[in-house]
């Protein structure tokens, strides 16, 4: 009989640097589950668009027929009712092909452990189906910059994003495992390999 891998959510706020911590977990030979990718994937759908479509209007499609991601964001930083309302009709596409994904992966025998990348781990039910949590966290300011950088947005719109989730410090708390990525990948690399270590004994003694 196989032995059930560990299934291991990853987290932390915009700007903190989950997702390249989750790539280094790869690295060490986990199978890692990217929830924000699959989202942009499922939200190319005919379908999941038309859904969309109905419920926010014309506006958040482009003369192309594609999703608008930016007028999207606009909408549901502003109104939590409709944030709620596109989590609903994307998530639970999400959380589908999130438990095939790990069905397919149980049995994959070059996998050691699998990893959930998502945002709203604690936002959703999603931590409750966990083995453990680890929370990847930097100071306010350096998760501004970063985000400064990479999505071009103001950092008015980056505090009402942030203000969205559940605060930091909540959930370093409830996370089994933490790792600081304030500054950069020689301090963060060593961290994300002491984990996966250290799981992997805790997974084996069990």
Not at 16 to 22: D, M, N
Not at 122 to 134: A, G, K, M, S
Not at 146 to 160: D, G, Q, S
Not at 166 to 187: R, T, V, Y
Request: hydrophobic share 40%; charged share 30%.
């Amino acid at each position: 009989m196989i032995k059930k891998k560990p299934l291991v959510g990853i987290t932390g706020i915009i700007g903190s640097g989950k997702s390249t911590a989750a790539k280094l977990f790869a690295d060490l030979g986990c199978a890692v589950f990217d929830a924000d990718k699959a989202a942009k994937m499922i939200t190319q759908k005919a379908e999941i668009l038309a859904k969309i479509q109905k419920y926010f209007g014309d506006d958040v499609l482009t003369i192309n027929g594609e999703l608008n991601r930016s007028k999207m964001a606009e909408i549901v930083v502003k109104n939590s009712d409709k944030l709620d309302e596109l989590k609903r009709i994307v998530h639970q596409h999400v959380r589908k092909q999130m438990w095939k994904y790990v069905e397919r992966e149980q049995k994959n025998s070059a996998c050691t452990m699998i990893v959930i990348d998502a945002p709203l781990i604690y936002e959703t039910d999603l931590h409750t189906h966990l083995d453990l949590i680890v929370v990847v966290f930097a100071s306010e300011e350096t998760c501004i910059t970063r985000v400064e950088k990479r999505n071009k947005l103001t950092r008015k719109e980056i505090l009402t994003r942030m203000n969205k989730q559940i605060p930091l410090s909540a959930k370093m708390k409830e996370a089994n495992f933490q790792i600081n990525n304030d500054k950069d990948l020689s301090q963060l690399y060593p961290q994300v390999k002491k984990i996966y270590k250290n799981i992997l004994h805790k997974w084996s003694t069990d």
